[in-house]
Structures are given as C-alpha cells and as structure tokens.
C-alpha cells in the first residue's frame, strides 16, 4: 500500500478538489520535500482534517467533527519519538511520518485482534484466519494506511470485543471508550455491553427445571447488573461529553488572547471559505444556545448536510453504486444468519439452546454467538445507507464491525473446494475440526493461494475477491490524487 501510493501520488497529478486544505505556514526543507512526495498521497481529504488538529489544535469550527484520540496520539510520537527528526523535518511532515507508523501498527494489532475475536465467537480457526488476512486486503485499506482514524478505531472496538467475549468486562470497557474517543460511531458498542449483561441475566434465570427464584435474590442479582450496565456505558459516554465540552468552552467562551496567536493566514482562510474561528467578542455559533449544546451533530448537518434521506439525489447515483457492494454483502451476511437462525433472532438470542445446555454449541459464521454482532453491523448499515454520505459506508462498516470479513471468509470456506482440503484430513469444510485444529500453517495464506489458482476458483470466490482487491487498487489510485472514493 505505501508503495503503491507513492508511485500513484508521483506519476498521477493531483485532482483540484474543493477540500480543506491549509497553508503551510513553515517553510520546506529538503526532506519535508522528499517527505511529501513519498508519503503525501496518505494526506488528502479527511487527513488533512487530523494533520492539522494535531499541529494547530481545533482551530475551526469543523475541526470538531473529528476526535482527539488520533491527533493526540499523532502529537505525542511526533514529539516522543520522532523528536530527534526535528532539525530534518518540520512539525506536519514529523505527523506524516508519525501517522504511517502509527496506522501501520494498528492495522496490524486489528488483524490481530479480529482474528483472536474469531477463536472466541466463530469456534473457528481457519475462518477467523481467512478474516483476518482478508481484513489486512480489505476495501477500505487505503484508510487504515492514511492519516485517518480507522485503524485505530479498529483496533480498539475488535479488541474491546476480543474482551468482552473472554468476561474482562472492565478492560473491554476501557477499550470501548478509548473507541469512543476515536469515533462518535464508538458510542454505539456500548451496546456490546448492554447485551451481554442482559443475555447473562435472562440466562441465569431459565437455569433449573422450574424452580421459584427468591425475589429478594433476583431484585440483587438485577440491581448488580442495571449498576454495571450504567457504570459502564457512562464510562463509554464520557470521552464523547468531555470533547462536546471543551468545544463548547472553546467556541462558546473563547479566551481574551486567542486573536493574537492565529496566523494571518489562517484567518484569511477563514474568511475565503466561511470557516468559524474562535475568536473573542464575535457572535457565538447558534448551537452553542441550543437546550444541550452539541457540536458535532451540528457540523453534521451545517458543513456537511448529513441527515435522514438527505443524501437521496439523483446527482448521488455514483456515490450509491459506490457502496452498492458493501451494502450488497452486508445485506446478504443478514438475511443468510436470520435464514439459519429464525428462532434465536425473533428471542433476540437470550432463550437458552439445547446445544448449549448439552455443552456443544454450534460453530461458523452462523452460531448463536454472532447475532450481536450481526445487529451491530446490520444497524450500522441501514444509519448509513439512509442518514450518511453513503460512499463512506465501506471504511464505516469495514472499521466498525467484525461481519464483513467473516461472512466474505465463510462464503469462500463454505463454497470453495479449493479451501476444503486445508488443515484437515476431510474434503468438506467442518468447523468443529477446524477449531481442534491448530492455525492454519499449511495453507499460510489462503488469499494467496486462491489468486495462485484464480483460473479453477469459483464465480463466487472470483467476485468476492475481486470486490476486495479492485477497492484495494482503485482507492489507492483515487484516494491519494485527491480523486472521489469511500
């Protein structure tokens, strides 16, 4: 991916597009220039956004619609690490530097973490194994490689997952609102949480043949798990309350000296694109006289008219065939899990099985274990699809929800022969076996392998992979000149 941006970023000329973009204000040198031009295709469109943040703060009004998690980090490894770059390289190309290493850590941590979350939920290795390699080539690769916040975000809404599902419910919380702090679509895992007390709850309950609970015993057991639940979603909450806060002491109650320290070109850019400063003794923006002040839906729908079918235009038929495909795929990967598991779906899967009470629970993509995250994905899709742009539904989804990747990979174990015979002795796909199994060693990378015999693949493998690695290409291609994508 790094290659292949810096060959497009030098051999393409860069698109003249309508976004943010700052000027800069301290003078290039040498290796800010080779900087640039080897790493400058990973600081187009929303990057700029983080780029900035994290070398100016929120200046902009605007800015706020990203959180500070990733600027902030992409400060401090500039300043720690990268510290001895400093008489080389200016502040903006040390956060380049920084935003490439850092992105390329956490995408691999994510794969990793995706994969150990596989063990747990799909009771599969060789599945959880085949995701992950396919997250690593996902449609949305150009963004866990660029400045943006995605393969943070990842890996700590998998990893919080990963521990939830091993019962470390306070680390998985902690993680959670770390993800919080990455991504408003963070607030939404807390509802990881709320399930799996509910489901633990609702399973205690139908535990003996009929047998009368104590009331006073249940009243404590439910009181336990309401205090949990909202200790623990308030703790997921706060990163989100303590930004809309400082935006609001920012903009709201700006400080006497703040006109002083703006450069002039700054301000002018301000001015030539109508971006609010905050600035002292100016009109306060209208959100901050709203009942509760919050900024980010107000940039959402001022900046960037985002609402409830807003986005359903005529001029927007590029855009929905864009995410056509993940859209088609996350809309399959729903109706195949409700198809298999009509009864568990309609139990919102809080009535206990019998493959459960027997100790043998199913395995797959299509186990009781991946509803939670099926609703997850499958909410996420339809808020997307109808409130959103929908062209970012592929790095929304693909960032935000483990299904993608584990339906892409159960589709290609279930229906390529090729992929039968790996790891076991068998000619068909069993996932028990698979589980005993130890990681799959033999194949090494089943993707690979696939690509090596894509003559003698089947149709549906073909299309699947083709959708992963056209995305891959084409967002390279387009992404890094300035050009529309996801």
């Given at each position: 991916s790094?290659?292949f941006?810096a060959?497009?970023?030098?051999?393409?000329?860069d698109?003249?597009?309508?976004?943010?973009s700052?000027?800069?204000?301290?003078?290039?040198?040498?290796?800010?220039?080779?900087?640039?031009?080897?790493?400058?295709?990973?600081s187009?469109?929303d990057?700029e956004?983080?780029?900035?943040?994290?070398e100016r703060g929120?200046l902009?009004e605007?800015?706020?619609?990203?959180?500070?998690?990733?600027?902030l980090?992409?400060r401090a490894?500039?300043?720690g690490?990268?510290?001895p770059?400093?008489?080389?390289?200016c502040?903006r190309s040390?956060l380049l530097?920084s935003a490439v290493?850092?992105?390329s850590l956490f995408?691999?941590?994510?794969a990793?973490?995706?994969y150990?979350?596989?063990?747990?939920?799909l009771?599969c290795r060789r599945?959880?194994f085949?995701?992950?390699?396919?997250?690593?080539?996902?449609?949305?690769?150009?963004?866990?490689?660029?400045a943006?916040?995605e393969?943070?975000?990842?890996?700590?809404?998998f990893?919080?997952?990963?521990?939830?599902?091993?019962?470390?419910?306070?680390?998985?919380?902690?993680?959670?609102?770390l993800?919080?702090?990455?991504?408003?679509?963070?607030l939404?895992n807390?509802?990881?949480?709320?399930?799996?007390c509910?489901?633990?709850?609702?399973l205690?309950?139908?535990?003996?043949?009929g047998s009368?609970?104590?009331?006073?015993?249940?009243?404590?057991?439910?009181?336990s798990v309401?205090?949990?639940?909202v200790l623990?979603?308030?703790g997921?909450?706060?990163?989100?309350?303590?930004?809309?806060?400082?935006?609001?002491v920012?903009?709201?109650h700006?400080?006497?000296?703040?006109?002083q320290?703006?450069p002039?070109?700054?301000?002018?850019?301000?001015?030539?694109?109508?971006?609010?400063?905050a600035?002292?003794?100016?009109v306060?923006?209208p959100w901050?006289?709203?009942?509760?002040p919050v900024?980010?839906?107000?940039?959402?729908?001022t900046y960037?008219?985002v609402?409830?079918?807003?986005?359903?235009e005529?001029?927007?038929?590029?855009?929905?065939l864009l995410?056509?495909?993940?859209?088609?795929l996350?809309?399959?990967?729903?109706?195949?899990?409700?198809s298999a598991?009509?009864r568990?779906?309609?139990?919102l899967?809080?009535e206990?099985?019998?493959s459960?009470?027997?100790?043998k629970?199913?395995?797959g993509?299509?186990?009781?274990?991946?509803?939670?995250?099926?609703?997850h994905?499958?909410?996420?899709?339809?808020?997307?699809?109808?409130?959103?742009?929908?062209q970012?539904l592929?790095?929304f989804?693909?960032?935000?929800?483990?299904i993608l990747?584990?339906f892409?990979?159960?589709?290609?174990?279930?229906?390529?022969?090729?992929?039968w015979s790996?790891g076991?002795?068998t000619?068909?796909?069993?996932?028990e076996?698979?589980?005993?199994?130890k990681?799959?060693?033999s194949c090494?990378n089943?993707v690979l392998?696939l690509?090596l015999n894509?003559r003698s693949?089947?149709?549906?493998?073909?299309?699947?992979?083709g959708f992963?690695?056209?995305?891959w290409?084409l967002g390279?291609?387009?992404?890094c000149?300035?050009l529309?994508?996801?």
């Amino acid at each position: 991916s790094l290659l292949f941006q810096a060959l497009f970023n030098i051999l393409i000329p860069d698109h003249a597009a309508d976004a943010f973009s700052p000027p800069r204000l301290s003078q290039a040198g040498l290796w800010d220039v080779l900087v640039e031009q080897l790493l400058g295709g990973l600081s187009r469109w929303d990057a700029e956004h983080f780029l900035f943040i994290a070398e100016r703060g929120y200046l902009y009004e605007h800015n706020c619609a990203f959180f500070p998690l990733y600027p902030l980090s992409l400060r401090a490894v500039a300043e720690g690490a990268l510290w001895p770059l400093q008489w080389l390289l200016c502040v903006r190309s040390r956060l380049l530097l920084s935003a490439v290493l850092l992105n390329s850590l956490f995408s691999v941590l994510a794969a990793a973490a995706l994969y150990q979350l596989g063990c747990v939920v799909l009771q599969c290795r060789r599945v959880a194994f085949l995701a992950a390699i396919l997250f690593s080539v996902s449609p949305a690769n150009v963004f866990m490689a660029a400045a943006y916040s995605e393969s943070m975000f990842a890996f700590l809404a998998f990893s919080a997952m990963w521990q939830l599902e091993k019962g470390q419910s306070w680390l998985s919380g902690l993680l959670f609102s770390l993800a919080a702090g990455v991504r408003a679509n963070g607030l939404v895992n807390a509802g990881f949480y709320l399930y799996s007390c509910s489901k633990c709850f609702a399973l205690q309950l139908q535990v003996g043949s009929g047998s009368v609970r104590k009331l006073p015993l249940l009243w404590k057991q439910l009181l336990s798990v309401v205090s949990s639940v909202v200790l623990m979603c308030a703790g997921i909450f706060l990163p989100f309350a303590l930004f809309q806060y400082y935006a609001y002491v920012r903009f709201c109650h700006p400080g006497t000296s703040l006109e002083q320290t703006v450069p002039k070109p700054l301000v002018q850019l301000a001015l030539d694109k109508g971006y609010s400063l905050a600035v002292p003794n100016g009109v306060k923006p209208p959100w901050c006289s709203q009942q509760v002040p919050v900024v980010y839906s107000y940039i959402q729908d001022t900046y960037w008219n985002v609402g409830f079918l807003r986005y359903f235009e005529l001029r927007q038929i590029p855009n929905f065939l864009l995410a056509l495909p993940v859209t088609l795929l996350g809309s399959w990967a729903a109706c195949t899990y409700i198809s298999a598991n009509p009864r568990h779906c309609l139990t919102l899967g809080l009535e206990r099985r019998k493959s459960e009470e027997e100790g043998k629970p199913r395995a797959g993509f299509c186990c009781p274990a991946v509803f939670v995250y099926v609703v997850h994905a499958t909410a996420l899709l339809a808020f997307g699809f109808f409130c959103m742009h929908v062209q970012v539904l592929t790095r929304f989804l693909y960032s935000s929800s483990p299904i993608l990747c584990w339906f892409s990979a159960h589709l290609l174990q279930e229906y390529e022969p090729l992929l039968w015979s790996e790891g076991t002795e068998t000619s068909a796909p069993r996932y028990e076996e698979s589980l005993l199994g130890k990681c799959p060693g033999s194949c090494a990378n089943p993707v690979l392998r696939l690509l090596l015999n894509c003559r003698s693949i089947t149709l549906l493998s073909r299309c699947i992979l083709g959708f992963f690695l056209s995305y891959w290409l084409l967002g390279l291609v387009l992404h890094c000149n300035f050009l529309p994508w996801t």
